[in-house]
């Protein structure tokens, strides 16, 4: 009996080693291959090597979640645009923060034309979503410089945190915000906007304060609400930008330069 269990063992091991590909033992467990990590770090230092002009242009979408169609379509409808630098993704890359989740949209969009960089959603945030976006993309937290921008990635996720406070990290933002020695134009990217009901209230104020009181900073991109949105909420000169998720088959084309910016909605 004994020799009977050893050989039904090892047929089970040799079964399940030669077809990986069929069966998730644990949704949750991170396993990426060497060219799905850092992802963020690498798009920026493609974003780092094209030329720099006059005006930047770019693209902020989001919440592409569980329309995978819509995200193929979306990729054609960027890539046919014209003088494109770069694809922000405003968050919620996936639905239930699942690692596969999140190696499926990148597939998607590496057939983008050009790099792409994301912030975190709240809905990456779910189960093992944290430790499976830092794999694929890296930190929550993080910032670039760009000509003569400067882009500031924030995760604003607060009611994942249940409200505890540490969610947007005000701290970080300020020290972000303060390191601009050439004066550059800054962007903030967050996932959900300060005004939301998902954004701490208890650090509203501190948030748009900071962004208010700095003359670099004129515009600040989100996604989450799933529609178009926009407007100076707080009546500081800051205006904030919402882009539409990707099932609505929309998103914004950013274009900035050195004491101005335009932006457009697109539908595809």
Partial sequence: MKKYLHRMLAGVAIFCSSCDSLILYNPNEVIFDKDERNLNAKNIERIQQIPITDTLQFILMGDTQRWYDESADFVKSANNQKDVAFVIHAGDISDFGIGQELK????????????????????????????????????????????????????????????????????????????????????????????????????????????????????????????FNDGEFYNDGVHYFVTTNVGARGYMMVKVWKGGYKVDRIEF
């Fill in 104 to 227: 499926w949209v990148n597939d998607i969009m590496k057939k983008l034309k050009y790099p792409y960089v994301t912030v975190i959603g709240n809905h990456d945030i779910v189960a093992n979503g944290p430790a499976n976006y830092r794999k694929m993309y890296g930190p929550m937290n993080y910032s670039f410089e760009y000509g003569n921008n400067k882009f500031v990635f924030i995760n604003t996720n607060s009611r994942e945190y249940a409200f505890d406070g540490s969610v947007p990290d005000i701290a970080w933002l300020k020290s972000q915000l303060a390191d601009n020695p050439s004066n550059k134009n800054i962007i903030v990217i967050g996932h959900v906007p300060p005004y939301d009901g998902d954004f701490d209230k208890n650090l509203e104020k501190d948030f748009a304060d900071l962004l208010g009181s700095n003359p670099n900073v004129n515009m600040s991109l989100y996604g989450h609400k799933h529609s």
